[in-house]
């Protein structure tokens, strides 16, 4: 009998995905390949959502898959430096979703928290832009970022370190957006318009809905996120942050 081959898989499964991000895209996301021939590499920016702390901002990461994918979860790492709890100073992301689907006591997650086949692209940058906003400060990458961030919490916003650094690396990234001829979207309306995206030679300029799935394969609706362009008062965003 022959044997399929997984990089074959891996791949049909990734164009099959980038195309549906191209006939369905979503607010937040620009995507592109790093390099047409290579399906396993993708330069991901993100839009920081209006009205929260990181407004205004252009954050590059880069999406590396691996050839069993989507059995094993690919790696996500960001190419600005980013200041924040669950982030290495590497800039890979440290999030449960990307953790193999191992059952490890030790690590204090459940295995439903962590990667299966059922997860995706999409999944994956709406965690992430929800863990902007909401760090876990129980297992923290960045330990110095953990401190100060409950610092900020529990002083009810009196503490400004770790804001004024999260500041900092928004206004730095203006001019990379500037050199890349990136308009960074500041307000509700622009953030939140939904149009089709026609595939480019450069790639695919991706944006996303505020639906995904769980691991059971749910409809999951992920509050912080989807608020931003459901509400346009979005009083209890505000009000968090």
Known sequence: MAQSNPVASSQKALMLEMMSLQDEPVEGFKITLVNESDMYNWEVAIFGPPNTHYEG??????????????????????????????????????????????????????????????QNVRTILLSVISLLNEPNTFSPANVDASVMYRRWRESKGEDQEYIDIIRKQVLATKSEADLDGVKVPVTLEEYCIRTKVPPTDDGSNLLYDDDYFDENGMEFKSDSYRDICLDDDNSDFDDYY
């Open 57 to 118: 901002g252009y954050f590059k990461a880069l999406l590396k898959f691996p050839v069993d994918y989507p059995y094993s979860p690919p790696s996500f790492r960001f190419l600005t430096k980013m200041w924040h709890p669950n982030i290495y100073e590497n800039g890979e992301v440290c999030i449960s979703i990307l953790h193999p689907p191992v059952d490890d006591p030790h690590s204090g997650e459940l295995p439903s928290e962590r990667w299966n086949p059922t």
